[in-house]
Each structure stands twice: as structure tokens, then as C-alpha cells.
């Protein structure tokens, strides 16, 4: 038994995959634990109804920025040539610019959404930084593609820890000024401009030859090739993001600001081991996934063993925010934030779920199944928004709570049925 396990820890230490995710992970937890760290410090700067007006904006931020590139990003690891890679990159590159543009342009003509969703005398003033925020984002995530490509993981770990390092100290700041929500919203947004301008100059030094130009008719013939990304996967990542972030907007309308407040900490602690653990090693995964595709290797085999180790890791972190219950977050937050107890444990089930399924995303676009993929996320979406609504109907937010986390858990379960289905056929094939 001991030399079995010394064996496979010898194995583990010369594996690249092991390598990459430590980095990865490691980077990534660092960068997670900042924020982290400073909620109990953010939760006594701020009130759960300035915490609301942020998330407000960073639904709003996400739903956008998604889709920024046209999803070419995520498609620049998956060609053999680094020239086609190259060419995808430039591409997600441009159409960034284009968002942000074209937001600026939005937020110039019509300033405001309606008002029936937004606090205007209070996010109003701040949405100027929306054009902004979502234009690094969508850069940034195609320096990190890019990046990725090349195996340059300690790099794009080091930006994102500046992106959260940034985002804390304005954030603090804003809050002992008494800048209220516009300083948790500035701070979200010269923190991405920051990673975004670290991955740049990185970029610039040490893989230079993603910015030599293409010829425009090579771009050309590269975007139709990959056409599935913006025709597919950018409408689906759009569905999943709305279906991820519209729920801040419902409730703050149908709500309270409060609700919307203790939603947006709940959800921010449940998704810590997501984004510290699940979200590293998603990259790895994925740039991983193609390779053994590519090989023509038993891409259900590995796909099983990801399942196992994610499901296995996952257990501890969030059986702890199960039992934690709301006296610990009143410690922790506040007295006044008790009831994100209650929320935690109404979401670390469907959250659980989506830590061991996200890593595995990739696979619906290593084998073209986007159109399929975006049949399920539109269901999905129509589903939690009919689940919040029978709250909102209720007047009862526990209910939506509830309804919208069930329907979470159930999607999740069928992700993993589905994706073990499109690997054994395309292995039995």
C-alpha cells in the first residue's frame, strides 16, 4: 500500500497537469484569499444595501463583458498552429474594443437603463466606468487565452492577484473615505485595468508574435472556421451569465437593496472554493482536454478521473459552509449580516454542483456541441427565472431562494450525465 502510494505521489510530482494546476491554484487561491480576507472588513465599511448597488453594477459588468470578444478567447488554445492562434487572438482582441465602444456609445445616448431596475441617483454616475471595466475584462481574458496557450501560468496567476489585490486596497480605501457603493465600483474596476495592463506587458515580452498582423483574409478565413464561438457559445455564455446574474437585478427590483446585499455576500463566500480552486484548474483542464483529443487518447477516462478528484476536494469546503450556519457570519460579517447564514446554506448544494462541473465546460467546444449546449442554457435560464418569479409572485424571497437553487442542482446533474454521454461516443467512434 505504501509503495503504491509513494508511486503514484512520483507520479503526481513529474506530471505537467500536476505542475500546472499547483501553479494555477496556487496563484488563483492567493488571489481569491484577498478578497476573502477583507470581507469582514468590507461588511463593517459598507451596508448590505451598498454591497447590493455593487452587485448590481457587476451583473450588469458580467452579462456584458461575457461576451466582449465574441468568445473568440476561448478558442485560442484549442488550434494545433500557434499561427491560428495568433490570428483568433487578434481577433478577440478587436471586437473588445468594438464592445466598449459600443457600450461607451449606449451609456453616452441613453445614460441610464431603465430606471425601474437601477438606483439612478446612486449607480447612475458610476455607470460611466461601465464601458471601462467590461473593455479590460474582455482584454484581459484574451491575454489570459493567449497566455494559457503558452503554458505561461505563473504569469496570468500573478494577474489575478493583482487584479484582487487592487480591488481590495481602493475598496478599503473608498470605504474609510466614506466613498460609498462609487468606491466598491471603482475599486472593482481599476483593479481589472491593472491585471489587464500586467497580462499586456507580459504578453509583450515574452510572446510577442501574437501581435504581429495577420493578413486580413487569413483573420478572415479563421473567424468562419471557428464561426461556432460568436453563432453559439458567445449566446449561450450570454444565457449563462444573465442566468447567473440577472437574480441581483430581480431582486433589488422586487426586493430590497438589503436582499440584494446579503444575496450578493452569500453568493460571494459560496463561490471562494469555485473561484480559488474550480476556476484554476479549469484552464489546465481545458488546455489538457484538447491535447488528449488531439492525440486521440480516451478523453472519458480522464474526464472521470477530474470528476472524482473535484468531487473529493470539494467536500470539505463546502460541508464546512453548510454547517457554519448564521451565528458564524454574525461573527464573522456583523451582526447585521446573520441571515447570509440562511442563504449559504440554501446555495452551497446547487454551488457544490457547479465546482465540480465548470472545469468541464470545455468539452461541449472540443466537440462542436455549442447549438446543444445553448438549447440547455436557455432552458435553464427560463427555468431560474420562473423559479424567482414564483417567489416574487409569493412575496416570499425564500421561496426564490430556494426554487432558483433547485433548478441549479438539477441542471448541474445533467451536465454530468451529458458530458460523460459525449465522450463515450466520441471515444466509441
Not at 53 to 63: D, K, N, R
Not at 127 to 139: C, D, F, H, R, Y
Request: aromatic share 16%.
Amino acid at each position: 500500500m505504501k509503495s503504491w502510494s509513494k508511486r503514484h505521489l512520483e507520479r503526481l510530482k513529474t506530471s505537467d497537469f500536476f505542475k500546472n494546476s499547483l501553479i494555477m491554484v496556487t496563484g488563483t487561491g492567493l488571489a481569491q484569499l484577498i478578497p476573502v480576507l477583507i470581507i469582514p472588513v468590507i461588511s463593517r465599511l459598507y451596508s448590505p444595501s451598498e454591497i447590493g448597488i455593487l452587485a448590481t453594477f457587476i451583473s450588469i459588468f458580467a452579462i456584458i463583458s461575457i461576451v466582449a470578444g465574441g468568445r473568440y478567447e476561448y478558442a485560442i488554445i484549442m488550434p494545433e498552429s500557434d499561427k491560428a492562434g495568433s490570428r483568433l487572438f487578434q481577433i478577440s482582441f478587436l471586437l473588445c474594443l468594438l464592445t466598449g465602444l459600443l457600450v461607451f456609445v449606449f451609456v453616452s445616448v441613453s445614460g441610464i437603463v431603465s430606471s425601474r431596475f437601477l438606483d439612478e441617483s446612486v449607480l447612475g454616475p458610476w455607470l460611466w466606468l461601465l464601458p471601462v471595466a467590461i473593455t479590460a475584462q474582455g482584454l484581459f481574458m484574451s491575454f489570459n487565452f493567449a497566455l494559457n496557450r503558452y503554458k505561461k501560468y505563473q504569469d496570468i496567476a500573478i494577474g489575478k492577484v493583482s487584479q484582487n489585490s487592487t480591488v481590495a486596497i481602493v475598496q478599503v480605501t473608498g470605504g474609510l473615505l466614506g466613498w460609498g457603493a462609487g468606491g466598491l465600483i471603482l475599486g472593482k474596476t481599476i483593479g481589472v485595468a491593472v491585471s489587464t495592463l500586467w497580462l499586456f506587458l507580459v504578453a509583450l515580452k515574452k510572446i510577442p508574435q501574437i501581435f504581429i498582423k495577420e493578413p486580413f483574409y487569413s483573420i478572415k478565413e479563421t473567424a468562419a472556421e471557428y464561426y461556432r464561438y460568436p453563432k453559439y457559445n458567445a449566446p449561450l455564455a450570454f444565457l449563462n451569465s444573465v442566468s447567473s446574474n440577472f437574480p441581483v437585478i430581480l431582486f433589488i427590483t422586487y426586493f430590497t437593496d438589503s436582499i440584494a446585499g446579503f444575496y450578493s455576500m452569500a453568493l460571494r463566500i459560496c463561490s471562494a472554493p469555485v473561484q480559488i480552486i474550480s476556476v484554476a484548474i479549469s484552464q489546465v483542464v481545458g488546455k489538457r482536454l484538447a491535447e488528449v483529443h488531439h492525440e486521440n487518447g480516451d478523453v472519458r477516462k480522464y474526464v472521470i478521473k477530474i470528476l472524482y478528484y473535484l468531487i473529493f476536494i470539494g467536500l470539505i469546503p463546502f460541508g464546512l459552509l453548510f454547517i457554519a450556519g448564521p451565528p458564524f457570519f454574525s461573527f464573522l460579517l456583523g451582526p447585521e449580516w446573520a441571515e447570509v447564514g440562511y442563504y449559504i446554506r440554501i446555495l452551497t448544494p446547487y454551488i457544490y454542483l457547479n465546482f465540480v462541473t465548470q472545469p468541464l465546460s470545455y468539452l461541449p467546444l472540443l466537440y462542436n456541441q455549442q447549438k446543444r449546449t445553448l438549447v440547455i442554457y436557455s432552458t435553464s435560464l427560463i427555468l431560474r427565472i420562473l423559479a424567482i418569479f414564483v417567489g416574487i409572485w409569493m412575496s416570499a424571497f425564500y421561496v426564490s431562494l430556494i426554487l432558483y437553487s433547485a433548478v441549479g442542482i438539477a441542471i448541474s446533474l445533467y451536465y454530468i450525465y451529458w458530458y460523460l454521454s459525449i465522450c463515450k461516443k466520441n471515444t466509441d467512434n
